[in-house]
Structure formats: structure tokens, C-alpha cells
């Protein structure tokens, strides 16, 4: 894989990255910094950026980025003054990104970045037409109830919206920068990704990933609160499906 394979901007007034990473944590002051560590090491064959944002975290995470920001000089970190949520925090790196592709990845450990190099070429290969590369969880490592929880959502959502995507809770997934500044923002769309991307016209790829057991901290989701959350972005992004209609042509003189 190379920069040119990812269609890479031309470096001006300093280098670009080729690749942004894009992290949003909330109170992950145990586990964040390792995962810093494994990300640089994943992608120190590509001119790439780390973005970590800090959602609102209450306990001492920005302490410690504060503490790795001084010896990773791909490191950049943002932070929210109040918790605003994880879709929240993408659009803010993503915003700040300036590498033209994305790599999304939760903050909690339990995403692999090994696997980043993986979805990156499948990127690259599948041209511009290729909105996003997202990874599927296989052997999950969560509790039952929340593996349940999910199933059920997913078939849910796959039934209603034919996204094609039997795992958006993810994390995982890489995409270019211009492709989600076209997609409409609203309070948990990162929950929606892949039915966004083809919402727009784009083609979408799966690819299995490792997931790994969390470490440290606690998960920031009940499963209760994201049904019923859920339930009603569900129906708003049903409705915008139904609502899109593109050009099959566009003529210009």
C-alpha cells in the first residue's frame, strides 16, 4: 500500500498525513495510552496522524494524553468542555483531520489497530467509488446480554434499513474524509455509517476483525439506554432514506 494507492493531497507548507485516526474516549485514563502505542506502531510504514478526542472525560484522561502528547509527535488531542456523545467527538477529529482518509476506532482497548493496515488496502483497491471498509466483530468478547442486545438491533436495523451490515457497532472503519462531510449529522450517526455511505451512492465493504477483551474502565452504554435511543434514530433514518433522490446523470456546459 502506498500514498498514492489512498490518493494522498500533495504535501504543501509542511507534510500531510496520508491517513487521520480518529479516537473518541471518555474516561479511559487506563487504557488509552496503550492503545496510542499500538496504533503508531500499526501504521509507522504511512505518513498518518492520531486524533484523540476526550468527550467530557471526569476522570484523568486528559492528564494522561497531556503526558503522551509530549512523546508522539503524530499525537493531536481535542477535548469537549461537557460529554456531547461519540458521534460528537468523530465529527470533531474528523473536522480537525488532514489526511484525506479516516480511520475510526473505539477508545476502550477492545478494537484491534493490527487490523487498520488490512482495511486501509482494501480501501485503496476499491477506488473511489468505495465509500467505507468496516470490520465485523467475530467472537466478540462482551457479555452475553450486551452480545444479545445487539444481535437483536442489528437484525432490526439490517430489516428495515438493507444496509447489508450485520455489525454497525464497530468501531472499526475507514473511509475518505470527503465522503462523510456529504452525510447528513445528527446525535448518534455513527450508529448508521454504512446505511448512510450507501445512502449516498457509495459501495460498502466488510472485513472480520479482531476484538479483544476490555482491560480496564467500564463501558459508557446501557444496553436499555441504546434500545430506546436507537429505536427513534432508526425511524429518522428510515425516513431520510425514503426521502433521497439522486441524479443519474449531471450534465455540465
Known amino acids: 500500500m502506498t500514498d498514492r494507492a ?7 507548507g509542511g507534510p500531510i498525513p496520508l491517513v487521520s485516526v480518529v479516537v473518541p474516549v471518555r474516561n479511559e485514563q487506563d487504557s488509552i495510552e ?13 505518513a498518518h496522524e492520531l486524533i484523540v478526542v476526550d468527550d467530557g472525560s471526569s476522570d484523568g484522561t486528559r492528564a494522561v494524553l497531556s503526558r503522551a502528547r509530549r512523546g508522539q509527535p503524530s499525537l493531536r488531542c481535542l477535548a469537549h468542555a461537557e460529554n456531547c456523545g461519540q458521534s460528537a467527538a468523530l465529527r470533531s477529529g474528523i473536522l ?10 473505539d477508545g476502550d482497548g477492545q478494537n484491534d489497530p493490527a487490523d487498520i493496515p488490512r482495511l486501509l488496502q482494501l480501501l485503496a ?10 470490520g465485523q466483530r467475530r467472537r466478540r468478547q462482551d457479555d452475553p446480554i450486551k452480545r444479545l442486545g445487539s444481535r437483536i438491533a442489528n437484525a432490526v436495523r439490517g430489516w428495515l434499513l438493507a444496509d447489508r451490515t450485520p455489525d454497525t457497532g464497530c468501531g472499526l472503519k475507514a473511509f475518505r474524509r470527503e465522503v462523510f462531510l456529504r452525510l447528513p449529522y445528527f ?33 459508557n452504554y446501557g444496553t436499555f439506554d441504546r434500545l430506546w435511543v436507537g429505536i ?4 429518522g433514518v428510515a425516513w431520510l432514506q425514503r426521502r433521497q433522490r439522486r441524479p443519474t446523470r449531471i450534465e455540465e456546459w
Do not use: Q
Not at 489512498?6 to 504543501?12: D, H, K, R, V
Not at 450508529?191 to 474502565?217: C, M, Q, S, T, W
Open 34 to 46: 496503550r492503545l496510542i502505542g499500538e496504533i503508531d506502531m500499526a501504521l509507522r510504514a504511512l
Open 187 to 219: 446525535d448518534h450517526m455513527h450508529r448508521f455509517l454504512p446505511a448512510l455511505i450507501l445512502r449516498e451512492g457509495y459501495g460498502l465493504k466488510l472485513i472480520d476483525v479482531n476484538h479483544r477483551p476490555r482491560i480496564a474502565g467500564r463501558s
Open 125 to 134: 483497491e476499491g477506488g473511489e467509488r468505495l465509500g467505507m471498509v468496516a
Open 232 to 235: 427513534v434514530d432508526l425511524m
Open 96 to 105: 480537525a483531520a488532514r489526511g484525506r482518509v479516516i480511520v475510526t476506532l
Open 6 to 12: 489512498l490518493g494522498a493531497p500533495a504535501a504543501s
